[in-house]
């Protein structure tokens, strides 16, 4: 992966416009983030060249502030909200209509606790259902598998959920190395739920379902006190007995 981060790369790296997007609509990409300019401008002539091609707009910008180009660099794609989103960071703002890149619902796959085991395939790209699914069924602890094709594009790697009572939702994307899960949070929008889990609820975590098969190692990106890998092997190795393959954390 190149410095350069596109919004059309939602599903992995030289993936054709045509497979994420339907033949008309409006196509969006950040511009370069990083230094290498004939790169840029190689990226952006073919994604021009695509996009002529299928009768696509695209609207081509550089971003110039160098805290946004941060979190946009890390970033492997853009979460497929319904509504428009808004990415705001100090001074820089930037709105995107994402709306009619989607030709397909997000599904999500949810199991909960073996004594009350009800697999759910829930298609919708508004999480806010989910929200009233957790609530509605009680406080059990359960494991949140997004589709494979809307995972990391990094190692194609499944992306975790851990929740207990209300859902928590992790931003799909491989990165926040230096940047604090709340603050991550507020960029990407109110649809992820602003609830920290702790060691213990690890450590009494009942299951952990994989529904893909691993092509890489697992991230982890929700845990909020960064020093527990260095005390608690336990659950360092409880986690990968349960996942039955080793993982990565920040």
Not at 37 to 55: F, P, W
Request: charged share 25%; hydrophobic share 40%; with cysteine.
């Amino acid at each position: 992966m190149s410095e350069l981060s596109w919004a059309w790369n939602l599903c992995g790296e030289s993936v054709a416009p045509e497979s994420c997007f339907g033949k008309k609509g409006v196509f969006t990409t950040f511009g370069m983030i990083g230094n290498d300019t004939s790169a840029y401008e190689i990226h952006r002539n073919r994604l021009l060249s695509d996009a002529q091609k299928l009768g696509i707009q695209v609207l081509d910008f550089r971003v110039l502030n160098s805290h946004l180009k941060y979190c946009l660099r890390n970033c492997r794609r853009i979460l497929p909200y319904k509504k428009r989103i808004r990415i705001s960071l100090t001074e820089s703002s930037i709105q995107i209509d994402i709306s009619r890149f989607i030709k397909r619902p997000r599904r999500v796959w949810a199991r909960i606790e073996p004594y009350s085991r009800r697999p759910y395939a829930v298609k919708s790209l508004d999480y806010l259902e989910l929200l009233k699914m957790q609530r509605r069924d009680g406080p059990y602890w359960e494991t949140l598998l997004l589709d494979p094709d809307f995972g990391l594009a990094e190692g194609r790697s499944t992306n975790l959920i851990f929740g207990s009572g209300d859902l928590v939702l992790v931003p799909e994307v491989g990165f926040l190395p230096g940047l604090g899960l709340k603050r991550a949070l507020d960029v990407l929008g109110n649809c992820v739920v602003r609830q920290k889990l702790t060691l213990d609820d690890l450590l009494h975590c009942k299951e952990i379902v994989c529904l893909n098969h691993l092509q890489g190692p697992m991230q982890i990106i929700a845990i909020p006190d960064y020093n527990w890998q260095s005390s608690s092997s336990q659950i360092y190795n409880r986690l990968r007995r349960l996942l039955g393959t080793d993982f990565s954390w920040w």
